[in-house]
């Protein structure tokens, strides 16, 4: 019923929202003198504060049209190569005019913990001059219908294998937050199998491994409430007239007002500077607080059953550094990898994955030689630094490249030549 109200309410807000919008276009018409007066640019700047505090903001998109290789302008392509009903997978194929350029071929997966791939549209964009790039991009639960079946951490777990059996030999896979988990799940199962297709590396980056160490306020909550509380109070269906109608939900909308509760003062304090900034037309500063929550505040809903058996295997049972995570009804053995090289990135003040946690996975990955494995933390940023901002392209994005390049099995093409397909 509260999902309901949810949508009741947005779409009770949906006139004030047009008419604010509306008058807000009026206060900033440059015909209009009120316009250029102080009275006009505080209506205006309050006008588009309450437009964009009350709309649902909607998937964004990558928008990554080109790269630079060598001082060149590249053209990408942005191409769905595999699709499932809960996830497709994007590859970024890059437009060379000098074939036979070998370069790893990257899997990054990204988190189903809220918001939509495009969260990483700064990991992308660091690793194109350098890799062929694919990236999973998990589709919103409420867009799923019932008739598409069901989506757990076992789905998502073989969702990783049968992509990585897409891609072929020799690829990296970079997993960011959330599934760290599984893709460490699916490589553990397919060394255990000795799929020749394991990929060649794996980099974790502030991944949630072990969260009974350095635990956030994110982990304690986990363990503060029994599985119980979290199916009977942020479980709910999908309402009408959604495609994914009845299907039950941890919607998007739940986990956005977490995260944004852990820092209410700091959103607030950049809803402030906002209407400051447009007060005082300094468009530069709005437009990048604008870039930055229409991504932050476009969210997704996750099916129940994906979630709570993540929260219960991952957060309260801690399965998988104990050896008790179970994939089908086979036990996922970490012990088991030996020839896919791992990587661990951590960030200093991350206050969502705690420092220690993703570099559990080199303890509970022994038979990893030692020339195959690194661990880095990355000093000064929490836990979107990890994979954006300019510490990451600086100091993190060359350390996995270099990782990558290192551990690459054989060297191959994976360029375009202009006009063709893939090498």
């Given at each position: ?320 550094p104990k050896g008790e995570m179970m994939y089908r009804g086979e036990r996922v053995d970490t012990s088991a990898i030996r020839k896919v090289a791992l990587f ?80």
């Amino acid at each position: 019923m509260f999902y309901q109200l949810y949508e009741i309410n947005h779409a009770m807000m949906a006139p004030w929202r047009a008419a604010a919008d509306a008058m807000r276009m009026a206060y900033t018409n440059p015909l209009n003198p009120i316009a250029h007066t102080y009275m006009g640019r505080n209506l205006a700047a309050g006008l588009e504060v309450f437009e964009r505090s009350t709309r649902r903001y909607g998937k964004p998109e990558f928008g990554l049209t080109e790269t630079i290789i060598d001082g060149k302008a590249i053209a990408i392509d942005e191409t769905i190569v595999w699709r499932q009903p809960f996830c497709n997978l994007i590859h970024f194929e890059r437009i060379l005019e000098r074939p036979g350029r070998s370069d790893p071929r990257v899997l990054i997966v990204a988190p189903m913990s809220g918001h939509y791939a495009t969260l990483l549209r700064g990991t992308v964009e660091a690793m194109l001059p350098s890799s062929d790039v694919y990236i999973t991009d998990w589709i919103d639960a409420r867009m799923v219908p019932l008739a598409d079946g069901s989506f757990d951490l076992d789905d998502y777990i073989e969702y990783v294998i049968d992509m990585l059996h897409f891609l072929g030999p020799d690829t990296h896979v970079i997993a960011v937050c959330q599934p760290a988990v599984p893709v460490l799940a699916a490589a553990a199962i397919m060394e255990g199998r000795k799929d020749p297709l394991a990929p060649a590396s794996m980099t974790l980056m502030g991944g949630p491994i072990d969260t009974r160490i350095n635990p956030t306020a994110v982990n304690q909550l986990a363990k503060e409430k029994p599985i119980e509380w979290f199916r009977d109070n942020v479980v709910m269906p999908v309402p009408f007239p959604q495609p994914g109608f009845m299907r039950p939900v941890y919607p998007g909308f739940l986990q956005l007002s977490g995260f944004m509760s852990m820092n209410l003062d700091r959103h607030l304090i950049a809803q402030k500077d906002f209407f400051d900034h447009l007060v005082k037309n300094d468009g530069d500063a709005a437009e990048k607080h604008r870039d930055f929550y229409d991504e932050y505040l476009a969210v997704m809903d996750l099916t129940a059953e994906f979630y709570l058996q993540t929260v219960d295997t991952v957060f309260m049972r801690h399965a998988l550094p104990k050896g008790e995570m179970m994939y089908r009804g086979e036990r996922v053995d970490t012990s088991a990898i030996r020839k896919v090289a791992l990587f661990t990135v951590e960030g200093e003040n991350d206050d969502i994955s705690g420092v220690g946690q993703t570099e559990a996975a080199q303890t509970i990955c022994p038979n990893i030689p030692d020339t195959m494995r690194q661990h880095y933390v990355q000093p000064d940023v929490g836990h979107y630094g990890v994979f954006n901002g300019s510490r990451f392209r600086r100091e993190i994005a060359p350390r996995i490249m270099a990782f990558q390049r290192q551990h690459d099995r054989k060297s191959r093409p994976v360029a375009v030549i202009k006009g063709g397909k893939s090498a």
